[in-house]
């Protein structure tokens, strides 16, 4: 199975900050990733496919990068509504994979 | 707009089988080019994906589930369910259904129902 690796597991930030999370898988899948987030109590929803592709809908303010192993996302002037856990998923191979999340929290 | 709503018992004895249904507005589970997935959510920690099908039958599971795990689809009542047998408190989850949609060559979950959350306990 592929691991996937987030970094940090929580971090804290205020309104209007820039905020960058990693996601290192344990081998290469290319650009074979996607962000989601998770409200408390709420599903994950899909912000980012493709490592790099902005869901429809979502605001410009999220964006990722990366291909291979590492990869990031990167949340630019964080507002209000963003403060949620953050989780990548490995669409490379089977099983599909997560990584452990980060949460975003209100400093 | 697509919704994905799972139902099912909240409580289930240890070693009984867990049943759920996800049923789907807005869209058909045998719409080309869609598959249809059931992924869990063990309380304060990840995800962790259970397995998904395709309307014609295919079906790809997680094979840590494998050997308890059937997937299948109901075309004339838009809904696909998940049966996992001899479950444990290791069961214990909130369980989702999401939609798989394949976009850049690979599979995205979107969107999600709402999750249902499942506790195996006596």
């Known amino acids: 199975d592929i691991q996937m690796t987030q970094s940090p597991s929580s971090v804290s930030a205020s309104v209007g900050d820039r905020v960058s999370i990693t996601c290192r898988a344990s081998q290469d899948i290319s650009t074979w990733l996607g962000w989601y987030q998770q409200k408390a109590g709420k599903a994950p929803k899909l912000l980012i496919y493709?490592?790099?592709i902005l869901e429809s809908g979502v605001p410009s303010r999220f964006s990722g990068s990366g291909s291979g192993t590492e990869f990031t996302l990167t949340i630019n002037s964080l507002q209000p509504e963003d403060f949620a856990s953050y989780y990548c998923?490995?669409?490379?191979?089977?099983?599909?994979?997560f990584g452990g999340g980060t949460k975003v929290e209100i400093k | 707009q697509v919704q994905l709503q799972e139902s099912g018992p909240g409580l289930v004895k240890p070693s009984q089988t867990l049943s759920l249904t996800c049923t789907v507005s807005?869209?058909?589970?045998?719409?080309?080019?869609?598959?249809w997935s059931w992924i869990r959510q063990h309380p304060g920690k990840g995800l962790e994906w259970i397995g998904y099908m395709y309307y014609s039958g295919t079906i790809f599971y997680n094979p840590s589930l494998r050997s308890r795990l059937t997937i299948s689809g109901d075309t004339s009542k838009n809904q696909f369910s998940l049966k996992l047998t001899s479950v444990t408190a290791a069961d214990t989850a909130v369980y989702y259904c999401?939609?798989?949609?394949?976009?850049?060559?690979?599979?995205?979950?979107?969107?999600w129902g709402q999750g249902t959350l499942v506790t195996v306990s006596s």
């Open positions: 998923q490995q669409a490379t191979s089977f099983p599909l994979t």
């Open positions: 493709a490592a790099s």
């Open positions: 807005g869209d058909s589970i045998s719409s080309v080019g869609y598959y």
């Open positions: 999401a939609r798989v949609v394949y976009s850049s060559g690979r599979g995205w979950f979107d969107p």
